[in-house]
C-alpha cells in the first residue's frame, strides 16, 4: 500500500520568509496530493491539491509542487505570517470514486513575528 | 451549508463501556470516511463508504470497532467494549466522486 513521508516534523520562521515542506510517496499509481491545514482543536481543512497531470499549483501565497519520477511533492508558503502556524499535513492517494487518501506525520509549522 | 455535523463533539466514558459516534456527510455527498487522529499514530483512515456501502474497512484496528452507513445522510462509529488506548480525535469527512475531502469537527473520545 501506499506511504507517505513528511519532513520536517516541526519548522519555525521568521514572519515573512518562505517555507518549504517535503514529503515523498510510494505508490507510483497515486495522482492526488492534497495538503491540508489544521490548527488547534479544529478540523483539517483543504488549502491546496494537485494532481498528476500538472507540475505545480499556486494559489496567491502557496504553491505546491509535484515530481513524479522522484515521487515527491511540497508545499512553498511565501511571505508567512503569524497565522500561518498551524500543523500541515500531506497526503497521497489514487483518486477513484472514493478517495482513499494516505496522509504524511505532519509538520508544525511556527511562524515568528 | 452546514458542512459535515459530528455528534457528540466531546465523550468521556470508562474503559468497557460502548461508545456510538454519529456523522452527518454534506447532503449529496457520495462517499464517507472515519478517520483517527493520535499524537503517536496521526491521521489514519479506519473506513471509508461509497453510496453507503463499505468499501474498504482495513484500517479498523479490531472487532471492538464496527461502523454502518444505513442511508445517505447518517453514519455511525461503534466500539464496544472501549478501551483507553481508543482515546483519540475521531472525524468524519465526506466527499462527492473524484472530489476533495472535507472534514467534520471531530468527536475527542476520553476512555478512563
Known amino acids: 500500500g501506499e506511504n507517505v513521508e513528511q519532513h520536517p516534523s516541526t519548522l519555525s520562521v521568521q514572519e515573512g520568509d518562505s517555507a518549504v515542506i517535503k514529503c515523498t510517496y510510494s505508490?507510483?499509481?497515486?495522482?492526488?496530493f492534497p495538503w491540508y491545514k489544521q490548527e488547534l482543536g479544529k478540523r483539517p481543512q483543504l488549502i491546496i491539491d494537485?494532481?498528476?497531470?500538472?507540475g505545480e499549483k499556486k494559489d496567491q501565497r502557496i504553491a505546491v509542487t509535484l515530481n513524479k519520477t522522484a515521487k515527491h511533492f511540497s508545499l512553498h508558503i511565501t511571505e508567512t505570517q503569524p497565522e500561518d502556524s498551524a500543523v500541515y499535513f500531506c497526503?497521497?492517494?489514487?483518486?477513484?470514486?472514493?478517495?482513499?487518501?494516505?496522509f504524511g506525520a505532519g509538520t508544525i509549522l511556527r511562524v515568528k513575528s | 451549508d452546514a458542512g459535515v455535523i459530528q455528534s457528540p463533539r466531546h465523550e468521556v466514558t470508562e474503559m468497557g463501556q460502548e461508545v456510538t459516534l454519529r456523522c452527518k456527510p454534506i447532503?449529496?455527498?457520495?462517499?464517507l470516511f472515519w478517520y483517527r487522529q493520535t499524537m503517536m499514530r496521526g491521521l489514519e483512515l479506519l473506513i471509508y463508504?461509497?453510496?453507503?456501502?463499505?468499501?474498504?474497512d482495513s484500517g479498523m484496528p479490531e472487532d471492538r470497532f464496527s461502523a454502518k452507513m444505513p442511508n445517505a445522510s447518517f453514519s455511525t462509529l461503534k466500539i464496544q467494549p472501549s478501551e483507553p488506548r481508543d482515546s483519540a480525535v475521531y472525524f468524519c469527512?465526506?466527499?462527492?466522486?473524484?472530489?476533495?475531502?472535507?472534514f467534520g469537527p471531530g468527536t475527542r473520545l476520553t476512555v478512563l
Open positions: 469527512a465526506s466527499s462527492l466522486p473524484f472530489n476533495e475531502q472535507f
Open positions: 505508490d507510483s499509481a497515486s495522482n492526488y
Open positions: 494537485i494532481r498528476s497531470n500538472v
Open positions: 497526503a497521497a492517494s489514487l483518486m477513484e470514486y472514493g478517495n482513499k487518501l494516505v
Open positions: 447532503s449529496g455527498h457520495n462517499s
Open positions: 463508504f461509497n453510496n453507503n456501502v463499505p468499501i474498504d
